[in-house]
């Protein structure tokens, strides 16, 4: 689960790391408020040698005036040399540049550079990004109390449901007054994973009922 504001570096371990690509760029998509000014580049590298670290290095020191660039790199082996270089920008990022490394060999990493790095150890295993965009999809326009509540509860963790309700708030939802201040709530409240999942799937049905789509 991303958080925002975003880190300068993140490591995602993934079996097959092409196939984390997708969920990831929907997760960076609702991390980042302003997506005009979102920029995502990806490269996919069987072995990340140090003549291509030192490429990416320098991809990664050009500052991004005005705008957000995450940089998603996947691979299946790295070189020693080739993480020393790495650890340049790791250690002092550029402004507005933010990356990703999607690999099967995290745990082999050197600790210098895990160190510095966030680890998302369970997004790559998470339901399909692209399943709950949907499922915000299907409540915003539900009818009912009981539709609204059926789908609410497919979301099977507080992360999910974090999820749920930044593909939400990526909606018009100012004519929908109740709903939009139930978002806010549960946004809110999410952030403490000892939350009351089944409470704050309630809150968002009731208030979506009471306030249904015009469409």
């Keep these: 689960m991303l958080e925002t504001p975003l880190h300068h570096c993140y490591l995602l371990p993934a079996q097959q790391p092409v196939d984390c690509i997708a969920t990831l760029e929907t997760q960076i998509e609702s991390a980042v408020d302003d997506s ?6 990806t490269m996919q590298i069987d072995r990340l040698t140090i003549e291509l670290a030192l490429e990416l290095r320098d991809r990664g020191q050009q500052k ?14 790295i070189t020693v040399d080739a993480q020393n270089a790495l650890l340049k920008i790791i250690e002092n990022p550029a402004r507005g540049i933010h990356f990703f490394f999607i690999t099967p060999m995290v745990e082999g990493l050197l600790e210098t550079v895990r160190s510095r790095s966030w680890i998302l150890s369970d997004l790559c295993n998470q339901k399909d990004t692209e399943k709950i965009v949907q499922m915000a999809e299907d409540f915003y326009s539900a009818k009912g109390l009981a539709k609204c509540l059926a789908i609410v509860d497919e979301v099977d963790t507080i992360d999910e449901l974090r999820l749920l309700v930044r593909a939400l708030s990526k909606r018009e939802i100012s004519k929908r007054r109740e709903l939009g201040q139930a978002i806010e709530l549960v946004a809110a409240y999410s952030q403490d994973n000892s939350a ?10 009731v208030a979506a009922s009471r306030s249904p789509s015009s469409s």
Excluded: Q
């Design 196 to 205: 009351s999942l089944k409470l704050l799937r309630e809150l968002l049905a």
């Design 36 to 41: 005009d000014l979102l920029h995502i580049e």
């Design 64 to 77: 991004a005036v005005g705008e957000v660039r995450c940089l998603i790199y996947t691979f299946n082996s």
